[in-house]
T-cell receptor, first 113, second 113 residues
Framework: DAGITQSPRYKITETGRQVTLMCHQTWSHSYMFWYRQDLGHGLRLIYYSAAADITDKGEVPDGYVVSRSKTENFPLTLESATRSQTSVYFC????????????FGSGTQLSVL | DAKTTQPNSMESNEEEPVHLPCNHSTISGTDYIHWYRQLPSQGPEYVIHGLTSNVNNRMASLAIAEDRKSSTLILHRATLRDAAVYYCILRDYYGGSQGNLIFGKGTKLSVKP
């Protein structure tokens, strides 16, 4: 079924390791987003992308790197994972940025030990 | 960023209407009002959005106050599946960083059989 998929669904890693979370959408949406969700903070925007090779920071970008070489993929990399990055990560996409609904993936639950 | 205020939690009985309030007293003229919901262990899901006029779709209705400083999401007949956290979000029409969805803590809706 077409849509937006995230992988892996669950990930456990250790402090200092590099981790990449994958996001793939089949609609050819221009905009893609990464959010993290923590208890007490709700969802916070990490990075977003307006098109291939165009990315910009959100509210909490420190410690994360993104790339968008193809429209359909928007991976999120934690270059050196820290315990504070333990969270649930959601990817989303939309056709346009404003006045347009976002479609979210099912999330990746990341634990950094 | 414009902010919204929602009750932390609400309860409803199954098959009864539910009115979820949202205050946004600092809304600007170019802000759309968006509602999303998040079921347990899932990503957020778009519900409805509007600018000035009341809006209806198959999921819900959105009633917007004349001064636009508040709005109400109406679920006409709550089902157990409607138990979720509901987010009221302002989103700038012109996009840019203000066009990104900024989630608050939302209202946790419980539905009793």
């Amino acid at each position: 079924d077409a849509g937006i998929t995230q992988s892996p669904r669950y990930k456990i890693t250790e402090t200092g390791r590099q981790v990449t979370l994958m996001c793939h959408q089949t609609w050819s949406h221009s905009y893609m987003f990464w959010y993290r969700q923590d208890l007490g903070h709700g969802l916070r925007l990490i990075y977003y992308s307006a098109a291939a090779d165009i990315t910009d920071k959100g509210e909490v970008p420190d410690g994360y790197v993104v790339s968008r070489s193809k429209t359909e993929n928007f991976p999120l990399t934690l270059e050196s994972a820290t315990r504070s990055q333990t969270s649930v990560y959601f990817c989303a996409s939309s056709e346009r940025q404003y006045n347009e609904k976002l479609f979210f993936g099912s999330g990746t639950q990341l634990s950094v030990l | 960023d414009a902010k919204t205020t929602q009750p932390n939690s609400m309860e409803s009985n199954e098959e009864e209407p539910v009115h979820l309030p949202c205050n946004h007293s600092t809304i600007s003229g170019t802000d759309y009002i968006h509602w999303y919901r998040q079921l347990p262990s899932q990503g957020p899901e778009y519900v409805i959005h509007g600018l000035t006029s009341n809006v209806n779709n198959r999921m819900a209705s959105l009633a917007i106050a004349e001064d636009r400083k508040s709005s109400t999401l109406i679920l006409h007949r709550a089902t157990l599946r409607d138990a979720a956290v509901y987010y009221c979000i302002l989103r700038d029409y012109y996009g840019g960083s203000q066009g990104n969805l900024i989630f608050g803590k939302g209202t946790k809706l419980s539905v009793k059989p």
